[in-house]
């Protein structure tokens, strides 16, 4: 299974607990502006995103590095069951230590894909946490009443200029590059 696959289309549909638009289209006096946010691409495009994937992707690699060397292994010692001339006894333990190889490195494996699930659900709780005011400020500086989340299967968005995802996209860059690193006034003191 590749862990990263998983994780791309989680974190691809990622859905806020917020619902605002915007319409660009001037409807009649006091109506209600609309409009779209992308998620997929709000994800994609923000460096926050794009932080948060890399961080996915590097976590994967290095679980498909373990796994691999954990595969060589067990064949490794298969090879030297199938290949050498051993005792009985000596294949009997062979085949019990492959057996209980396999056995760790399926747990391994489960718990490896659960911790990695777990950062994913995390870096996604954070990449919302930070774009939900986001989402708030720019609907409020557009006069933006309601904002839907373009979900693929789900709705059809006929209208382009209703995708607000480019402003959200650059918004959330300049409000992560504006805020301080974490620890960031410690270690100013301390210096």
Do not use: C, H, Y
């Amino acid at each position: 299974m590749n862990v990263l696959k998983v994780a791309s289309v989680a974190l691809l549909s990622l859905v806020p607990s917020l619902a605002v638009a915007q319409a660009t289209v001037a409807g009649p006096a006091g109506a209600t502006k609309i409009a779209v946010i992308d998620m997929q691409r709000i994800a994609l495009e923000s460096a926050e995103g794009k932080l948060l994937f890399a961080g996915l992707q590097a976590e994967n690699e290095k679980l498909q590095g373990e796994t691999g060397q954990k595969q060589q292994e067990i064949a490794d010692m298969q090879a030297k069951l199938n290949s050498e001339i051993l005792s009985a006894d000596a294949k009997v333990r062979l085949q019990r230590d492959i057996e209980r190889k396999r056995t760790d490195a399926q747990r391994w494996l489960e718990d490896a894909q659960a911790e990695f699930e777990n950062k994913r659900r995390d870096g996604e709780a954070q990449l919302q946490e930070k774009m939900n005011p986001v989402v708030l400020e720019v609907a409020e500086e557009n006069g933006i009443g309601l904002i839907f989340i373009n979900t693929p299967g789900v709705m059809v968005m006929l209208d382009e200029s209703l995708d607000i995802s480019g402003l959200i996209v650059a918004k959330l860059d300049a409000v992560t590059a504006a805020a301080p690193p974490p620890g960031g006034d410690a270690a100013a003191r301390d210096e």
